[in-house]
C-alpha cells in the first residue's frame, strides 16, 4: 500500500493506493450503496459510512480501480474548520 497526502487548493487530500485485484467499473458503481459487500463476512456499510460522514464536513471520497490492477482512494476535506463546518 502507498500512502500519499497532498494540498490541493483549498483541500488536503490522502491518497489509498494498493496492488489488489481491483473492481469492475459495475463494483465501482456500487461500492458507496448500503449493504453492497463482496466480502463474506462483510455489512456492506463502511464506505457509506465514510462517505456520510465525509460529506458532513464537506469532503469527499474519489475512488479509481482497474481489474488486476489495484485501487486508489482519494479523501478529499477542507483544510479549514471553517470550510469544513466545524
Known sequence: MVIGAKSVGEFAEITLRDTGPGMSAEGLEKIFEPLYTTKIQGTGLGLTVCQGVLAKHNGRMDVHSKEGVGATFAVKL??????AGC
Do not use: F, H, Q
Open 78 to 83: 477542507p483544510r479549514s474548520a471553517e470550510a
